[in-house]
């Protein structure tokens, strides 16, 4: 009696080694895959308070640039190099910049102006000594407010410099990067979500991250073909002008 039932506690034993292997088996790589999607989620939350301040700051830089692209994507390069940075030196710094962050923005930047318009010249424009057209931004209380009909804005607002910064954002952690991206890529196949870019950023591994910031010009903005159409950009409400109707 004592053999069979020191038989049956060893296999009892065995059979319990066993079920904790299996539940082990089982549940592991659902805890690894949550994990690493909890690392890569909390990397794609810095990424974006990064790149909303680049967004900022490129704006800026326009506004004191003639809303030049240029100038405004050297600034937006500069502030995403906390993103590319190894050594935290003044030196490895500058060296982030123009060895990685520069190019990074290079390839993976869709930097666009949304205002002003083109039509905004057409209805606010001015023209210096030269010929050339640009928007004035001095003393804007007391230019005139009233609603350009071609632009559908006053002076004021076609003065304010408005940017969107589209901007791939490397996913590199193992297995979550990978499910975060075929998630994205299943999920707008069928939408107009993501344009052509973005798709093109997705395909190589990368996240699109769009951010937008509006300034105030502090320079003069020439026109030129970096403004868009206003039948370019998604149609958006805007008030009518006061024409006394509406006096109570």
């Known amino acids: 009696m004592r053999r069979r039932a020191g038989r049956s506690t060893a296999s009892g034993s065995g059979r319990i080694t066993g079920s904790i292997m299996l539940e082990t088996v089982i549940a592991l790589p659902v805890v690894l895959v949550l994990g690493l999607s909890i690392t890569q989620w909390a990397l794609i939350h810095q990424a974006r308070a990064v790149v909303d301040h680049a967004t900022l700051m490129a704006a800026r830089t326009g506004a004191l640039a003639n809303a030049e692209t240029g100038p405004m994507r050297n600034a937006f390069a500069r502030a995403i190099v906390p993103l590319h940075l190894k050594d935290a030196t003044a030196t490895g710094f500058e060296t982030a910049f123009f060895t990685r962050a520069m190019p990074d923005a290079r390839l993976n930047l869709a930097l666009h102006i949304l205002n002003p318009t083109r039509e905004a010249f057409a209805d606010h424009g001015q023209r210096d000594a030269n010929g050339k057209v640009y ?6 209380d007391r230019a005139p407010s009233g609603i350009g009909r071609r632009s559908g804005i006053s002076l004021q607002d076609a003065t304010l410099l408005r940017v969107r910064a589209t901007y791939g954002y490397a996913l590199e952690v193992p297995y979550a990067g990978a499910f975060i991206l075929q998630a994205l890529r299943t999920a707008t196949r069928w939408t107009s979500a993501y344009g052509a ?37 998604p149609e958006v409400p805007r008030r009518a002008p006061d024409n006394g109707n509406n006096a109570p």
């Open 135 to 140: 928007l004035p931004f001095r003393h804007l």
């Open 197 to 233: 870019r973005e798709r093109a950023m997705l395909a190589t591994g990368r996240l699109p991250l769009v951010t937008t910031a509006t300034v105030r010009m502090q320079t003069r903005a020439y026109r030129g073909g970096r403004f868009p159409r206003r039948s370019e950009l």
